[in-house]
């Protein structure tokens, strides 16, 4: 049992290591894919060299970046088969198909049209140049939306039914799996926030160029787009973060009493602003789960139902099965101790209808089948040893939570102040205090990636411990192997990885160095 | 005939015609694997840049081969990849290495150098190829497994497919499998010969690829001759319709002979490899050998991965449990799955279109060392 915890752990650790590699690279492209395909639009319509260089520039560090991206996203598409081999079995049949479609559609449209982008300046014609840029942003953005639905059916599984005979869940609906409300409120989340860290990477490269007092009209040209669609980007994705915050409180209810840190909880229930939680806090101890905390009345019931007088379960009611609606009538949902019950009893029927399946008895198979779907969103509890062990990680989940929705708020500020530089160039350059703005800017850069970063790790740390909701926890979705070797992939994928990153971060700022130190537009005080 | 049988026969196709994309693409390792014998810097920058505006297609293929064995044949993607742990971790290294090798190797501030990077490409130009293959030849060889489904209701011990202790490290040791690798291997440098030949305007290169492609053609028709001779004397795993399993001597043999429409296939497919070859290396002015040899070598895989699947053949036989050997019937994805994905299918030749065109309009203009030296993005 302990070998097998390790080999969870590790395979988990080394899925995260991997998934937050890729995740630094990914929101770049998305987002200065859509920024240089406006730049380039801009030139297309003005024939400015000026542009020209400005999107010759951007494009650069896009392909550093997206590169690299390259690199770590292919070992995440093979770990679902080499570190989650009983997972693939078990979710292929849904998992498997918008991973061939990204492949397919996206992939083939992405790799091809970049290679126009980067070598076809004098090979195609302007409009076809244009397109092609505008293509691979698109596929970057394609890409992002089928492994999204993928992951959002993770979250939330659905359209599918179990085959007992096969031993796996197979798909019955294909349009309920890519347009669930939690595919499509994690696809917009997700490429609207990247919009906004490309905005902020520009803005971050700008401030450091107008620091150092160079680039004057290649910044302003640059914050000009990239402003925008910081700005655009950071008002749709808190936008759809309150639609994913809807559809977590109503398919992952768990989740979102971690997201607060709340345990039991209440009509009118008022969301946390800040504060700082209990650290020997335990379910069902008594203690109160905060050392102190800020919080809005009414704010988590209407965040979650958009309804302000709605009971929000805490976890304890969750694991107890208690709920109640506005009336203040108890609504039964069925506790955690049940679920397992149920979750057993489902594994005795399978194994039942193994049997009569091996001796073609077609009766009993057919009312088993019923039996087991009816009751299926059980399953996953036959192989908890107690129901907290369905309790995810709650101050990593809350304060991840926290600082995400903290620095989101600080950028809508941020961007609503760099358009104000942009529209304001003598102030921009000349007032002192704008310099404030350009460290600023510079200092927005890594609180974006980790705004980002901690995005999903409230997504994925927050379901734990089901590898999908409900149905599978971690420990059954993985391979038969070793802790040691998982063990040894890990370090040199460590290894590996930060290498390349430290190239990656060598090159993009030798490029910015460089940019400034041949572009002769310096400022003219 | 049922309609899933057709599906899961159709989707084996496809995997088929990816697969047979993916070795004639394998031809930008087997031209990184040649960085070795080029030491000027503008020759090798030359060689570099040729095969970099082709590099994103062969990843592009290898993920897309991968996400589609996923959708439509779980099973070989969940007892492949989980068992020969190993044999795929080294060919997702090598690959990772490739990926932002021609980026960064020229890129002022990318920390290692460009003999790093270029090192880097070496790798995966020899490690890729043979790997690749070796993975390939298990389909054909056999692999150390088991495939228990009901084990996912053992709480204790719910893997579902188990591999031998080492994980992928057995295949490699496999001389029949590591055969079929260093075969794929010349092939791929065969390949690049006649693609360099005909994408480089460089009289310097063009003489020493010739040499280069006499070489690696020779060792790789000898090599080729001794993987089809191993292939067809081997024997297979045959089912019948109620899916029992076992052994059957000479089984691909008898494939290509019951399928007599594969066999033609093959013969049509090296004889076009071999008119490439041979033209390329018998007319200093032709530059098009790539062509009837690449379609050749697509023909040629097509029909391996016909004789592996088709007929009632387990592609993936297990040594361990004859009845464990994953075929089209047991280890695919549901007839709703394959036929939400054969509707997806419709638009790949659309991609292709325009996948040619792109290539046509990219590189209907040779390589010379003068657009490199005017040029904003080079490798």
Redesign the interface.
């Known amino acids: ?1 302990e070998e ?1 915890t390790n080999v969870v752990d590790w395979s988990r650790a080394q899925f995260a290591l991997t998934a937050i590699y890729h995740w630094l690279f990914v929101p770049l492209t998305l987002g200065l894919g859509i920024i240089i395909a406006v730049m380039e639009t801009i030139y297309y319509r003005t024939k400015s060299e000026k542009w020209l260089a400005t999107t ?1 520039f951007w ?2 560090i896009f ?2 970046n ?3 991206g ?6 995440l ?2 770990e ?11 979710v ?6 918008p ?7 996206a ?10 982008m ?7 014609s302007p409009k ?1 140049h244009l397109a ?1 840029t505008w293509l691979t942003a698109i596929g970057a953005s394609l890409s992002a939306l089928w492994i999204l639905v993928a992951n959002a059916w993770m979250q939330y599984p659905t359209g599918c039914e179990f ?1 007992p005979a ?3 869940n ?3 609906s ?1 349009a309920a799996v890519a347009l669930s409300p939690m595919a499509v409120s994690k696809f917009f989340h997700t490429v609207l926030s990247a919009w906004t860290l490309g905005g902020a990477f520009v803005c971050g490269v700008c401030g450091w160029m107008l620091l150092k007092k160079r680039n004057y009209d290649h910044c302003q040209r640059s914050l000009k787009v990239g402003a925008w669609v910081g700005l655009i980007g950071i008002v749709l994705t808190s936008a759809t973060g309150d639609s994913s915050a809807v559809a977590v409180a109503k398919y992952q209810p768990m989740k979102l009493a971690a997201m607060e840190g709340l345990y039991k909880g209440d009509h009118e229930q008022s969301i946390v602003a800040f504060g700082i939680l209990n650290p020997s806090k335990q379910a069902f101890d008594g203690q109160d789960p905060y050392l102190f905390n800020v919080s809005i009345p009414y704010g988590l019931s209407f965040l979650a139902t958009h309804d302000y007088k709605a009971f929000v379960p805490g976890i304890e009611d969750i694991i107890n099965g208690v709920s109640y609606d506005n009336e203040g009538n108890k609504i039964n949902t069925i506790s955690y101790s049940e679920r397992m019950e149920r979750g057993r009893r489902l ?1 005795e029927m ?2 039942q209808y ?1 049997q009569a399946n091996r001796s073609c008895n077609k009766v009993a198979t057919d009312s088993l089948k019923a039996a087991i779907n009816a009751d299926f969103k059980n399953f996953g509890y ?2 908890l040893d107690k129901p907290e062990e369905a309790i995810p990680n709650v101050p990593l989940t809350f304060y991840t939570f926290h600082f995400m929705v903290t620095v989101g708020g600080y950028l809508m500020l941020f961007m609503l102040l760099a358009l104000f530089f942009v529209y304001r160039p003598n102030v921009l350059n000349k007032a002192k205090w704008a310099r404030w703005w350009h460290i600023l800017a510079i200092i927005t850069v890594p609180l974006t990636y980790l705004c980002s970063a901690s995005g999903w790790i409230v997504a994925e740390v927050g379901r734990q411990p089901w590898t999908i909701q409900d149905l599978m926890p971690n ?2 979705a ?4 070793s802790a040691g ?1 998982v063990q040894t ?1 890990f370090w ?1 994928f460590a290894v ?1 990885f930060t ?2 990153l ?3 971060i ?6 910015i ?2 940019k400034s130190q041949t572009d002769l537009e310096t400022v003219n005080d | 005939m049922t309609t899933y049988n057709l599906l899961q026969n159709y989707w084996w196709l496809i995997m088929s015609v990816l697969g047979a994309l993916l070795v004639f693409l394998l031809m930008v390792q087997g031209g990184q694997s040649m960085l070795i014998h080029y030491t000027k810097p503008d020759k090798r920058a030359l060689l570099i840049n040729s095969m970099g505006r082709k590099w994103e297609l062969t990843y592009t293929t290898l993920v897309t081969f991968g996400g589609a064995f996923f959708a439509s044949f779980p099973l070989f993607y969940s007892t492949s990849f989980g068992g020969a742990y190993w044999l795929w971790m080294l060919i997702l290294f090598s690959f990772v290495i490739q990926a932002i090798s021609y980026e960064y190797r020229s890129k002022p501030g990318n920390i290692y150098g460009s003999r790093f990077y270029d090192t880097l490409l070496l790798i995966n130009g020899i490690v890729g190829p043979v790997l690749l293959g070796v993975a390939v030849a298990t389909m054909f060889f056999g692999a150390e497994f088991t495939v228990t489904k009901s084990n996912i209701l053992n709480v204790q011990a719910a893997t579902i497919s188990q591999w031998g202790p080492r994980h992928g490290l057995e295949a490699i040791a496999c001389w029949k499998c590591l055969l079929f690798g260093v075969m794929v291997f010349f092939l791929a440098r065969t390949l690049a010969s006649l693609y360099f030949i005909n994408n480089i305007d460089d009289d310097e290169v063009n003489r020493s690829q010739h040499k280069l492609l006499l070489v690696n053609a020779t060792a790789f028709v000898v090599l080729f001759l001794a993987t089809v001779a191993v292939i067809l004397t081997s024997p297979g795993v045959g089912y019948d319709d109620s899916g029992n399993a076992q052994w059957v001597p000479l089984k691909y043999l008898n494939n290509y002979l019951t399928m007599w429409w594969a066999l033609i296939i093959l013969l049509l497919g090296v004889v076009m490899v071999l008119l490439g070859i041979g033209k390329t290396l018998l007319k200093a002015d032709y530059r098009g050998g790539i062509w009837p040899a690449g379609i050749g070598t697509v023909l040629v895989v097509l029909t391996l991965f016909w004789v592996v699947g088709y007929n009632n053949t387990a592609y993936l036989p297990s040594l361990l449990d004859v009845q464990s050997s994953l075929t089209l019937r047991n280890s695919s994805s549901s007839e709703f799955t394959l036929t939400v994905m054969s509707v997806v299918s419709i638009l790949v030749p659309f991609v292709v279109a325009y996948i040619a065109y792109c290539w046509y309009k990219m590189d209907h203009k040779k390589l010379t060392s003068d657009e490199l030296d005017n040029t904003d993005h080079k490798y």
């Open positions: 049992m097998l010759k494009m650069t392909g550093v997206f590169a690299i390259v690199a770590t996203g292919i070992i598409e093979f679902f088969g080499t570190n989650w081999s009983n997972y693939s079995w078990f292929g049949d849904i998992f498997g198909a991973l061939a479609v990204e492949g397919i559609l992939f083939f449209m992405e790799s091809t049209f970049i290679a126009v980067f070598f076809g300046w004098k090979k195609v076809f092609s085959n096969t031993m796996r197979e798909m019955t294909f594994q399978m194994a193994d036959a192989y420990k059954v993985i391979s038969d192997l070797y992939t040199i590996v290498a390349l430290i190239a990656d060598g090159i993009i700022c030798k490029q160095s460089k």
